[in-house]
């Protein structure tokens, strides 16, 4: 099968176009035929290297994918081949106490697709039957969909728990997990105010929801949060950018304000002062991925056309060099997805 490998970390060359062995589905898994995989931010560190995080190379990347079941090991019962698929990303045990309760995403063995075990760029992938769920979508917009729409829901949803009424800042509103906060949040009943870092993106986030939309480039956020809530501050802000709007964040947020982070593209280290943490009662909360029951309950908001999966474009596999290119010139808004055949 054709697969995107990546045999040492590196530049964009570390992506190779290779001729593999196709997988064999074992009891309890199922063999999909994948026809896209979209790209997400974390393929650009899987693809450098982390300093201090191992990955397990050679690896396929690709979280997300979408595709037909193709085989099914000894044990699945219950799919159809040629049943139209997404994939769910994370990997857990399934049988402790955290998979029992629901929350797979705090599983101790949680591992992600194309991070942790072979991903979605290949044309075919092997995963546990719990890892599939039939869909009715086309197969590049569910292929956007997974993770980005996850991360976010469990963001708001799940950690912030956003009621209506109230006021959110969402960074880089551009960004994959930007374009489905604004979304999410929208449907919660809250008001969104968003950041960009160019005016074209400013057009489309608005179109997403956004009811205002701030160039952070011209004009300094948290002035605007201060402007816009009349010196309030925000009840909830949702934040991957990181090192770069930190302190900002902190004295953004109103009273009994929510900070939720799920990343840190500009840098992880912050300073703290916790005079706001305890005399504006704040609270920080991480947070990573979501449950696989979030997934199915967003995968039918999709279907139903609630919330839509933003593909900015869509590119064959072979070109994963310049959908790194461009993510990594902050060039999309929403989802870069390839297709596979
Ligand atoms: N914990 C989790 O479960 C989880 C899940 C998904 C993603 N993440 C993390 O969340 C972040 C975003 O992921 P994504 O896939 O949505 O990314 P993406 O689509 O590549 O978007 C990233 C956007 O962030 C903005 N940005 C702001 N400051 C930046 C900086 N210093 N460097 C680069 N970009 C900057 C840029 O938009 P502007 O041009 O508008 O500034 C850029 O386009 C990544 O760090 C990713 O690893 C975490
Ligand atoms: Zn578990």
């Known amino acids: 099968m054709k697969a995107i490998l990546i045999s040492a970390h590196g530049g964009p060359d570390a992506l190779q176009l290779r001729d593999l062995p196709r997988p064999e589905p074992g009891p309890g898994e199922v063999l999909v035929e994948l026809h896209a995989a ?3 931010h974390l393929d650009l560190w899987v693809r450098r290297g982390i300093p201090g995080v191992r990955y397990p190379l050679p690896l396929i990347p690709g979280c997300d994918g979408a595709g037909v079941v193709a085989e099914v090991g000894p044990g699945v019962t219950d799919l159809a081949l ?3 698929v997404l994939l769910q990303p994370g990997i857990a045990c399934g ?3 955290q998979c029992l309760a629901g929350d797979d995403n705090l599983c101790r063995s949680f591992g ?3 991070e942790h075990r072979h991903g ?3 044309e075919f992938i092997v995963v546990p039957r719990v890892n599939v769920l039939p869909t009715t979508l086309d197969f590049e917009v569910a292929a956007a969909l997974p993770l980005v729409f996850l991360t976010a829901w469990h963001m708001a949803v799940s950690r912030a728990r956003i009621q209506p009424g109230e006021d959110v800042l969402v960074h880089a509103g551009a960004s994959g997990v930007g374009s489905a906060a604004i979304q999410i949040v929208r449907l919660l009943g809250a008001r969104v105010i968003t950041t960009v870092g160019s005016p074209e993106k400013a057009e489309r986030v608005r179109a997403l929801g956004a009811e205002h939309v701030v160039l952070y480039r011209e004009r300094d956020f948290a002035e605007a949060i201060r402007d816009l809530t009349a010196k309030r501050g925000v009840d909830v802000i949702l934040d991957h950018v990181g090192a770069d709007t930190w302190e900002r964040n902190v004295r953004s947020l109103a009273r009994g304000g929510r900070l939720v982070v799920c990343g840190s593209t500009s840098g992880y280290e912050v300073p703290t002062n916790l005079r706001f943490l305890f005399f504006k ?4 909360l991480g947070s990573t991925m979501g449950s696989k029951a979030e997934l199915a309950r967003i995968l039918g908001l999709v279907e139903h056309g609630v ?3 933003i593909v900015d474009r869509v590119l064959p596999l072979s070109d994963v060099a310049q959908a790194h290119d461009l993510l990594e010139r902050r060039q999309a808004v929403g989802k870069i997805v390839l297709r596979v055949r």
Do not use: D
């Open 38 to 40: 979209s790209i997400n």
């Open 82 to 84: 040629g049943t139209r």
């Open 95 to 97: 049988h402790c106490a």
């Open 112 to 114: 992600i697709l194309g």
């Open 120 to 122: 979605t760029q290949a």
């Open 281 to 284: 009662n704040l609270s920080f």
């Open 307 to 309: 919330l839509r999966p």
